[in-house]
């Protein structure tokens, strides 16, 4: 069988149970984004989890065509999502020289295909 390349990220449909069901569409995108970008195993300079952004590469990631239109978020839009992550408790954020260290929490327990119910030790890969 063929391996996908680049590896994945688990989602929990309790996610999508709570409150992030009701919040706008570029919630839901930015946060599955988040999870994507951030590093799945601790490197030198980051922790398992954590990732090292700005507000412009959020943007950037966010951005989609209408036709010929590129729209994009505003910085206030990006703000206001990641302040409802923090204020959910989502993820943690540190401002560095480079750009705002996010940790997203839990994201060890989430992305450890053992946690969820019904797996019976079959995942991805086997």
């Known amino acids: 069988m063929t391996k996908i390349p ?49 507000i412009e590469k959020i943007r950037d990631a966010m951005s989609y065509k ?20 923090k204020s ?4 943690l954020t540190q401002k560095t020289s480079k750009g705002t260290l996010i940790t997203i929490v839990k994201y060890a327990f989430y992305q450890d295909y053992k946690n969820y119910e019904g797996n019976h030790g079959n995942h991805v890969g086997k």
Request: glycine content about 6%; proline content about 3%; overall charge positive.
């Open 6 to 54: 680049g590896g994945y990220i688990l989602i929990a449909r309790k996610l999508f149970e709570n409150g992030l069901s009701t919040c706008p569409l570029l919630y839901r995108i930015m946060w599955l984004w988040l999870l994507q970008e951030a590093n799945y195993k601790d490197t030198k300079n980051l922790k398992r989890g954590q990732l090292l952004t700005t």
């Open 88 to 91: 959910e408790s989502m993820i």
């Open 66 to 85: 209408i036709g010929f239109r590129i729209v994009r978020p505003s910085v206030k839009q990006v703000r206001l999502a990641l302040q409802y992550f």
